[in-house]
């Protein structure tokens, strides 16, 4: 898992590690879920007793995964201070807890799976190039010293995609 600011562009699903650019979030407990959910309608006339048409009225990208490693960065992207992150101090690093204001941070968010291609060992790769942290984040605390961070990202309608087809970004698998 990787994120960047809103913009950045994506590296070749063949390369090994993204640029500088990209921030990585470190290891995952408990996979990592993509759904796209839709809301679909179906519409009816007196004539027919079943559907005539349906109509997509909305849909979404969501991805949800739980951070291992709660770097205060990790903290800052759950509190929507992604990019801003946390501030340094002599000795320390802080994330305020408050988010306040109505602004909610968006930056470009990167998923890869090395040896998830389904045409050999290779990379395959979300790309969303503008998403939020939309669910309300959780950190978990146990008595063996595991400690988790959950995470849930809805994705925002990139305004400088080239077709409406990429509004969510896209999704990779590397062939050779």
Known sequence: M??????????AVSLGTPGSAWVEVG???????????????????DQVTGPIKAVRSEESLEIT???????LENFALALNRAIAGPTVAAGERSVPLYRGG???????????????SPYGNLHLQFEVPACFQAESP???????????????????????????NEAFGRLRAATS
């Open 2 to 11: 990787y994120f960047a600011q809103t913009g950045t562009a994506f590296p």
């Open 27 to 45: 290891y995952t407990e408990g996979g990592v879920k993509v759904a796209s959910p839709q809301n679909v309608v179906e519409l009816r006339a």
């Open 65 to 71: 995964f739980s951070i291992a490693n709660l770097k």
């Open 102 to 116: 109505f602004q909610v941070e968006t930056f470009a968010f990167l998923a890869r799976g090395n040896n998830l």
């Open 138 to 164: 959780e950190e978990e605390f146990t008595k063996d010293n595991k400690a988790m961070l959950s995470v849930g990202l809805h994705a925002i309608a990139d305004p400088n995609r080239a077709t409406d």
